[in-house]
């Protein structure tokens, strides 16, 4: 890819104000990193599928594992990532693990995904 297919600035200029406000609004490099994580574990399309099965209702890994067609040892896998990332969270009744979203913020975070991803 050549140069001129960049559209980039034809003079420098620094604009310190603009940099001043930057400066002050960034986030520590520890809470991008946590960020570039998060979104990370969204990068994954069985993730997303599990997500969109905990919008309906909190279910066992068997239930997830039948619903999406794969084993219960693949939506484990998964579901630990998502337990570590806190989008999904469990409880214990009996022999059965059930899985829930963690809370309102996974599905507002996949609401917004969709919203742009449609925009024209």
Request: glycine share 2%; charged share 30%.
């Amino acid at each position: 890819m050549s140069e001129k297919e960049f559209d980039c600035c034809e003079t420098v200029e620094i604009h310190e104000e603009l940099l001043k406000i930057v400066e002050t609004t960034m986030p520590e490099e520890t809470e991008l990193y946590d960020l570039a994580e998060l979104f990370k574990v969204f990068g994954d399309s069985t993730r997303i599928r599990i997500l969109f099965v905990l919008f309906e209702a909190e279910v066992c890994v068997c239930d997830l594992a039948e619903a999406l067609h794969m084993t219960q040892s693949a939506i484990s896998h998964q579901l630990r990532i998502l337990k570590q990332s806190k989008l999904v969270k469990s409880r214990r009744e009996g022999k059965s693990v059930f899985y829930s979203l963690a809370d309102a913020h996974v599905r507002t975070i996949i609401a917004q995904g969709r919203e742009h991803i449609e925009e024209d």
